[in-house]
């Protein structure tokens, strides 16, 4: 990790020193840029580089920062060189908004790639749409959204949360608890859950709710303990997970007793964490490095060879990288790289991932992707035990709420925390009962 953050704050440095030499000044408020072919084109990579989300995040902006190499060695997009600057969001939706801020009015670039959780995309996508500008968003999250401003390049809920919930069912059992971090994804993904759940006839025993980055999780063990689940489902994001994993371990919760599903942990965090805690649960991704192909294969290498032959790659970084060469396509085919010029042609834009085939829905600004589910090995790899065998449709909106009802539910949050996504409370931990059948 240490030697990732290195290249990560020298091409932050060498980026001011570049353009402060080149003297690239900015128009007005309509976003103009200087028409000089010879100037890079300048784009923004924001993410948490420190805080509790950097754990999952410094390895996304790897991958974006690999994306631009390989577009930049066959000679950039429409003859001209990719210059990316890199931005600290610091695990804060608020450090967030500011520095999008920074990259679209100071730095003047022409698209920003970026974000992790819906805390941090949520309060960025005012300021994206303001601006007029465009952010590719690399994570699976809760849908609810639509905006022009934003290519979604992660799953929407029924290519990731909805299949994972049924294949639980079908598999697992129908007896759940549910667990997540205390913001507006782990709160909306666990509402779809609750409904789907519903309609199929399980029973929710009950959920809990853990402040981002809290490793106070022993009440939710207990409670796990208690009420005995068939299946746990795990929305909690970064290094909360370590102290919950290790809790139902001391507590003899084995995935042979009661399995987990995760939405947020790949092969990354378990390099980082250690897999032993998660050998045998599983998590819903699109992506897993053990997808064959050669495709995939090439990915993995040329990534390995730039990070070492340890390096492990997961579904969000497979994203971001799948969004960088998408731009650049639809850039190339717009004759341009303002944000309007590339809206403008993105719509059925395909390409070959490291995941699969995939397309923008012109709709939604969404990907047409592949589902998988995968069990968790002992080395942290994942071995695949279901996928839905060709892409599959986005749909943000759950059919169980209109959308309405979701954007109700969605403000409700909203104005419960004071005017933000995640709750800044001072309670570690909710827990809140379950219905009967």
């Known amino acids: 990790m240490q030697s990732s953050l290195l290249r990560i704050l020298l091409v932050a440095a060498t980026i001011l020193v570049v353009s402060t030499a080149c003297g690239i000044v900015g128009g007005g408020a309509d976003g103009q840029r200087r028409a000089d072919s010879n100037q890079p084109i ?15 995040e410094l390895s996304v902006v790897n991958a974006t920062l690999l994306a ?67 952010l590719f968003y690399p994570v699976q999250y809760e849908g609810m959204e639509l905006s022009p401003n934003i290519v979604y390049t992660g799953a929407a809920p029924n ?24 913001y507006v994804f782990p709160h909306a993904a666990n ?50 997970n370590i102290a919950f994993f290790e809790a139902l371990r001391a507590r003899g919760v084995t995935p042979n007793r009661i399995p987990t599903i995760s939405f947020s942990i790949a092969e990354t965090e378990l390099q980082l964490m250690g897999s032993a805690p998660f050998d045998g649960d599983y998590a819903a991704w699109n992506y897993f490095q ?21 390096a492990v790659i997961n579904d969000p970084m497979e994203a971001a990288y799948t969004g960088v060469h998408l731009w650049a396509l639809a ?19 395909s390409f070959a991932a490291p995941h699969g085939p ?19 090995r002992g080395d942290g790899q994942f071995h695949i035990v279901w996928d839905s065998s060709k892409p599959v449709r986005p749909l943000p909106y759950p059919s169980y709420r209109s959308s309405p009802e979701w954007h109700d539910f969605l403000d409700g949050l909203y104005r419960g925390w004071g005017g933000n996504w995640a709750n800044q409370g001072d309670a570690p931990v909710h827990i809140q009962e379950g219905w009967d059948r």
């Open 42 to 56: 300048r784009v923004g990579v924001l993410h948490s580089l420190t805080g509790t989300m950097a754990i999952s």
């Open 68 to 134: 631009i190499d390989e577009i930049n060695a066959r000679g950039g997009v429409n003859g001209r060189l990719i210059e990316p600057i890199v931005r600290d969001g610091e695990s804060d939706g608020r450090v967030f908004a500011r520095e999008a801020r920074r990259l679209i009015t100071e730095d003047r670039v022409e698209v920003v790639f970026g974000c992790w959780t819906s805390d941090s995309r949520r309060t960025v996508r005012p300021v994206f749409e303001a601006h007029d500008h465009l």
């Open 159 to 182: 290519q990731q949360i909805i299949p994972a919930v049924k294949w639980a069912l079908d598999n697992l059992g129908d007896r759940f608890y549910l667990v997540g971090s205390d």
């Open 191 to 240: 509402a779809i859950i609750r409904d789907q759940v519903r309609s199929l006839q399980g029973e929710l025993l009950g959920e809990a709710y853990v402040l981002l980055g809290s490793t106070e999780v022993e009440a939710v063990a207990d409670e796990i303990v208690r009420l005995e689940p068939d299946v746990i489902l795990n929305t909690l994001n970064g290094d909360s």
């Open 290 to 310: 053990s997808v064959p192909g050669e495709r995939n294969e090439a990915f993995v290498a040329a990534y390995r060879e730039a990070h070492g032959a340890d």
């Open 331 to 349: 850039a190339e085919a717009a004759g341009g790289t303002s944000p309007s010029k590339v809206r403008s042609v993105l719509g059925g834009l």
């Open 358 to 376: 995939v397309s923008i829905d012109g709709q939604t600004q969404h990907l047409w992707k592949t589902i998988r589910i995968g069990r968790i």
